[in-house]
């Protein structure tokens, strides 16, 4: 059972332009997370999703970033005009909704020049 | 709101030796979830232990054991026989049960001395 996917694992982007990471959960979870670390800090909630719905976003900032999850394919976040205090390390995170544990992928992560 | 708090940003151990890592946290709930995740260079984020707050007994994977004080909210992480493989960083982290998000501490980077 492979695990937790993400690509890229290293996103480079002018400021400006759009970043878009994706994220394949393990097979038959249906539960997905996104997570940001800044550099020297440890991660941070920003969403929650299960498929074709977003349960939790309290931790998304309110404009530019947006995510989903559909009912086929890979989770996307999705960050417009990025800016140099974007860079960070982006992970998800998937559940099988049937036991309190989640499965980090590798991260993706992401430069602003 | 849940806060996780770790006040020790970094720590040395000497191989085959015993290291203890703290963490606190503050929550209003009397049922929830903590964990300890090890992050090695790769990044990659490892669950190492597991404690749910309704369980008296302590968790233990192996080397790693933690001491779950409830009342005090502290749930600290003792790593026996340090190795090489785990210098890293470890997070403490908080959740309220399945379907929720975690909280994470700022993390502690352990250096293990040969």
């Known amino acids: 059972n492979a695990g937790v996917m993400q690509n890229p694992r290293h996103l480079v982007r002018r400021r400006g332009q759009e970043a878009r990471l994706r994220c394949s959960p393990m097979k038959g979870h249906s539960h997905v997370y996104w997570y940001r670390q800044l550099p020297e800090e440890g991660l941070k909630f920003m969403v929650y999703l299960q498929k074709e719905n977003i349960i939790d976003e309290s931790g998304m900032p309110k404009e530019r970033f947006s995510a989903e999850f559909p009912k086929e394919g890979p989770s996307i976040l999705r960050i417009q005009q990025v800016v140099r205090g974007d860079s960070a390390a982006y992970f998800c995170a998937s559940s099988p909704g049937s036991r309190n544990e989640q499965f980090f992928g590798p991260g993706t992560r992401l430069t602003v020049l | ?114």
Do not use: H
């Open chain 2, 1 to 114: 709101a849940q806060t996780v708090t770790q006040s020790q940003p970094e720590m040395s151990v000497q191989e085959a030796e015993t290291v203890t890592l703290s963490c606190t946290y503050d929550t209003s709930e009397s049922d929830y979830y903590l964990f300890w995740y090890k992050q090695p260079p790769s990044r990659q984020m490892i669950l190492v232990i597991r404690q749910e707050a309704y369980k008296q007994q302590n968790a233990t994977e192996n080397r790693f054991s933690v001491n779950f004080q409830k009342a005090a909210k502290s749930f600290s992480l003792k790593i026996s026989d340090s190795q090489l493989g785990d210098a890293a960083m470890y997070f403490c982290a908080y959740n309220r049960g399945n379907f929720n998000k975690f909280y994470f501490g700022s993390g502690t980077k352990l250096n293990v001395k040969p």
